[in-house]
């Protein structure tokens, strides 16, 4: 049905523990895993063909399919010997390619580099055109690759000296890159909001043309610092305005799947995060499945057209 989008989580949301994950998953009733991290102890961007078949099987067993297979390909500064930059990412790449071809997932991510300073640039794609013109080159094989390898290249902004965060960053990247239509944005609206750009619905009609895929999560500032998230709080306390956004997102249409993501900042003592941790309990040690399920609610009650 037009106008109608699913939901997704990383697996390490549900739990640590994949085959937990997928339990957890499917008894949230979705369809759909971004597949992230570590699975059976080997990061996704270095699965072996066992692991990879292990886990084709593990979903396949309870009805899931992987939607994204998030790379942390490209997560790391251009400001390096390009060289080095391409023939370590690419061959990673290539590693994880193998591996997608037998987990079959519709998109293969790529991260959007770091640039000291860049959130303090105008327009960090005009510096990378200057300074590090080779940076074009590098992404388009990657995502010739992907397409040739049969599957979906799209590219997620990051939220630390992410050389991507303003929509005029996006277009302008994408234009440069001039890659076939196929290649998509994944826009992560907390890592844009880290940057300093605050998600409006504005923002998401300026960077509609070239979506693909949408990650959510919450966030809350703190009243003398609006430009960031301070607090890691879920949808039902973040600062954004999250329902009139992600209702814009489901009504255009462009982001089929919509894949929440933890948020940002430090755990606020006085928040219920329903795991019974204190609140400077490390990230690694946390039980994010309580929030993950409240997020799930919240917009499967504030959203028109998100699968129940």
């Not at 991510?109 to 794609?125: D, F, Q, T, Y």
């Not at 703190?222 to 709080?233: G, K, L, Q, S």
């Not at 219920?272 to 409240?294: E, H, I, K, N």
Request: aromatic residues 10%; negative net charge; hydrophobic residues 45%.
């Amino acid at each position: 049905m037009s106008g109608r989008a699913q939901l997704t989580v990383l697996n390490a949301m549900a739990a640590r523990d994949f085959d937990q994950a997928l339990a957890t998953i499917a008894s949230w009733r979705l369809k759909w895993v971004d597949l992230w991290g570590f699975i059976y102890g080997e990061s996704v961007d270095a699965l072996s063909p066992g692991t990879a078949a292990r886990i084709a099987t593990a979903l396949a067993d309870r009805g899931l399919g992987a939607y994204c297979l998030s790379s942390r390909i490209f997560d790391d500064t251009v400001e390096q010997d390009p060289q080095a930059f391409r023939e370590k990412h690419l061959r990673t790449l290539r590693t994880t390619l193998a591996a997608a071809a037998t987990v079959r997932p519709k998109y293969v991510r790529l991260i959007a580099g770091s640039m000291a300073g860049a959130a303090a640039m105008e327009n960090c794609v005009a510096v990378l055109k200057e300074r590090s013109p080779w940076v074009r080159d590098v992404y388009r094989e990657a995502v010739d690759l992907i397409l040739e390898a049969g599957f979906t290249p799209t590219l997620e902004n990051e939220h630390s000296d992410c050389f991507l965060s303003t929509p005029e960053e996006f277009r302008d990247f994408f234009d440069w890159l001039d890659a076939p239509p196929e290649f998509r944005l994944t826009w992560d609206i907390g890592n844009s909001w880290q940057m300093g750009s605050y998600p409006t619905v504005e923002m998401y009609e300026a960077l509609r043309p070239l979506l693909g895929y949408v990650h959510v999560k919450g966030g809350q500032a703190a009243p003398e610092e609006p430009a960031r998230a301070h607090w890691n709080v879920g949808l039902d306390a973040t600062s954004w305005p999250v329902r009139e956004i992600i209702s814009a997102v489901v009504a255009g249409g462009k982001s089929p799947v919509i894949c929440l993501n933890p948020a940002h900042g430090e755990w606020k003592p006085d928040y219920d995060y329903g795991d019974g941790r204190v609140a400077d309990t490390p990230f690694s040690q946390r039980d994010l499945a309580p929030v993950t399920a409240r997020d799930i609610a919240f917009l499967r009650a504030n959203v028109e057209g998100i699968e129940q």
